[in-house]
């Protein structure tokens, strides 16, 4: 079945840096990706939609200068989380749509920020 | 805003009971809802979709939706204490879009 492959699974930065996380569909072309951020013993929330070679889709209250996603192409799509803050700790997680089908959500495994 | 309402429980449930799981949502125009389970500190894994009105089972899984009431419902028979998890629901509206989580249920199957 379709896999999509998330790097790195745990990262503690200093605050004011720069944490890249990137997502990867190993055995299909996706579409579109999404990003989801969970706080602890809170549900996911979607942060923002990509699609191959355009701009990502922010959802309300996503600061789109802070999260930098880019899809250059149809099996990667990478997460910057620019100046990390205490407060962007959270568990990152990226999904992948293969074509438009209802069985297309893939998930990656997951990447723990910690900023320190 | 597109909203999907989950007891967050826990609920507890004897080994060998059905745990049942339910769910509501906001958004007449959803199409499509999942089921996904959710052990601590990892990714979400996909137990069941569904997207007609009516029953879907799949081995001791059965999703339950009723598109009127706005109602889906996930139901394990013969619990076990690896079920035990958060259970996430999910909706999608149409299309590409992606998915709207509700908090998920704390699931305790007690051996």
């Known amino acids: 079945g379709a896999v999509v492959s998330q790097h790195p699974s745990r990262v503690i930065c200093k605050s004011g840096t720069s944490v890249k996380i990137e997502c990867r569909s190993l055995?299909?072309?996706?579409?579109?990706m999404f990003w989801y951020r969970q706080f602890p013993k809170k549900s996911l929330m979607l942060m923002a939609t990509?699609?191959?070679?355009?701009?990502?889709?922010?959802e309300q209250g996503v600061e789109k200068d802070k999260f930098l996603i880019n899809h250059a192409s149809l099996t990667l799509s990478t997460l910057t989380v620019t100046s990390a803050h205490p407060e962007d700790s959270s568990f990152y997680i990226c999904?992948?749509?293969?074509?438009?089908?209802?069985?297309?959500?893939?998930f990656g495994s997951g990447t723990r920020l910690t900023v320190v | 805003q597109k909203e999907v309402e989950q007891n967050s429980g826990p609920l507890s449930v004897p080994e060998g009971a059905i745990a049942s799981l339910n769910c509501t949502y906001s958004?007449?125009?959803?199409?499509?809802f999942f089921w996904y389970r959710q052990y601590s500190g990892k990714s979400p894994e996909l137990i069941m979709s569904i997207y007609s009105n009516g029953d879907k089972e799949d081995g001791r899984f059965t999703a339950q939706l009723n598109k009127a009431s706005q109602y889906v419902s996930l139901l394990i028979r013969d619990s076990q204490p690896s079920d035990s998890a958060t259970y996430l629901c999910a909706v999608r509206g149409g299309g590409a879009d992606g998915l709207t989580f509700g908090k998920g249920t704390h699931l305790i199957i007690q051996p």
């Open positions: 999904s992948a749509l293969a074509g438009q089908g209802n069985y297309g959500y893939t």
């Open positions: 958004d007449r125009g959803s199409q499509s």
């Open positions: 055995d299909f072309q996706a579409t579109t």
């Open positions: 990509s699609n191959e070679g355009s701009k990502a889709t922010y």
